[in-house]
């Protein structure tokens, strides 16, 4: 079973509706993210959370919002969707170990289609 | 100018041959780099960690120039399975701050 789990892994929806990406980790790690990644510009990072109480911007969080329920859960919510949403979402997680502590692990993606 | 930069390519080679990249990154704090490997429609994987001193893994082979801010992979023999796309990736602080900036990554395609 995969470590990092994200649902759903494909959704189109249109403007204006809510939709929530979730993803799950049967790691252990405290340390969660979320990425959207658009061609050409690589992955860019949207919020982050070092545990349970700590959420945190990313470089990209406008449009978007995060919760995270338990250790094991981090959600992805866009309150309004717009076109330019339409791209790929990774979510990831590590340790914050200091030897190892900044490996990330990602989840397989959520394509998301905003019409 | 971004923070990491890549050149995207792609870089096509045949089977067996040793191929090059390269990443510049902009914060002269950073302290821990990375090369990820990223399959198409898939997620992205540690391959391997740069450290100062350079290091080996196999067929590849990490380098760390500190002065010119800038990070090398080196693939020898060529396999087709080694085809992906290949992400530098550079901590944003001189801690460990979690927060990792990504380049676009350089696109390997390994021909018969």
């Known amino acids: 079973d995969a470590d990092v789990t994200q649902t759903p892994r494909n959704r189109i929806t249109k403007t204006g509706k809510r939709i929530m990406l979730e993803c799950s980790q049967t790691?252990?790690?405290?340390?969660m993210y979320w990425y959207r990644q658009d061609p050409g510009l690589g992955l860019r990072l949207i919020y982050y959370?070092?545990?349970?109480?700590?959420?945190n911007k990313g470089e990209i969080s406008d449009g978007y919002s995060v919760s995270r329920q338990a250790q094991a859960k981090f959600s992805l919510s866009l309150e309004s969707a717009i076109p330019n949403q339409t791209a790929l979402y990774f979510c990831?997680?590590?340790?914050?170990?200091?030897?190892?502590?900044?490996?990330?692990?990602f989840g397989p993606g959520t394509r998301l289609l905003v019409l | 100018r971004k923070e990491v930069e890549q050149d995207p390519g792609p870089f096509n080679v045949p089977e067996g041959a040793t191929v090059a990249f390269n990443c510049t990154y902009s914060?002269?704090?950073?302290?821990?780099f990375f090369w990820y490997r990223q399959d198409c429609r898939k997620e992205p994987k540690l391959l391997m960690s740069?450290?100062?001193s350079g290091n080996e893994d196999g067929r590849f082979t990490a380098q760390l120039n500190r002065a010119s801010q800038y990070i090398s992979l080196l693939i020898r023999d060529s396999k087709l399975s080694d085809s992906a796309t290949y992400l530098c990736?550079?901590?944003?602080?001189?801690?460990?701050?979690?927060?990792?900036?990504f380049g676009q990554g350089t696109t390997l395609q390994v021909k018969p």
């Open positions: 990831a997680t590590s340790s914050g170990a200091i030897l190892s502590g900044e490996t990330q692990y």
């Open positions: 790691k252990g790690h405290d340390r």
């Open positions: 959370s070092f545990d349970v109480k700590d959420i």
């Open positions: 914060n002269s704090a950073s302290q821990s």
């Open positions: 740069v450290y100062s």
């Open positions: 990736v550079v901590n944003k602080r001189s801690s460990n701050t979690g927060k990792l900036i």
